[in-house]
Nanobody, 125 residues
């Protein structure tokens, strides 16, 4: 019933751009803090970016700051991650997540309650 679905991943050359979308259904996520995480093969899940319930506050991992932009459209129950100047080290499965308890950005993966299935982003050199 409650579902987050990522889309927009794919193969891109280094320096290119992608925009990921996270479409929510089953409930409204408009009052939830939300975030993006990524996981490369053999590695743990890494924080990428987070956004407050209203979109007024954001937080980014140092590795993506200045290149990625997180945003949300609560009317559409959708969150986005604009990724520019992509690097091979950005290659990972990207997951969106929602935190029903906290409306502010958080980097702690264990705090999030709902997760999408992930979308693959591959950046070639």
């Amino acid at each position: 019933q409650v579902q987050l679905v990522e889309s927009g991943g794919g193969l891109v050359q280094a320096g290119g751009s992608l925009r990921l979308s996270c479409a929510a259904s089953g409930r409204s996520f408009s009052t939830d803090g939300m975030g993006w995480f990524r996981q490369a093969p053999g590695k743990g899940r890494e924080f990428v970016a987070a956004i407050s319930w209203s979109g007024g506050a954001t937080d980014y991992a140092d590795s993506v700051k200045g290149r990625f932009t997180i945003s949300r459209d609560n009317a559409a129950n959708t969150m986005y991650l604009q990724m520019n100047s992509l690097k091979p080290e950005d290659t990972a499965v990207y997951y969106c997540a929602a935190d029903v308890h906290v409306r502010l950005p958080t980097r702690q993966a264990s705090t999030y309650d709902y997760w999408g299935q992930g979308t693959q982003v591959t950046v070639s050199s």
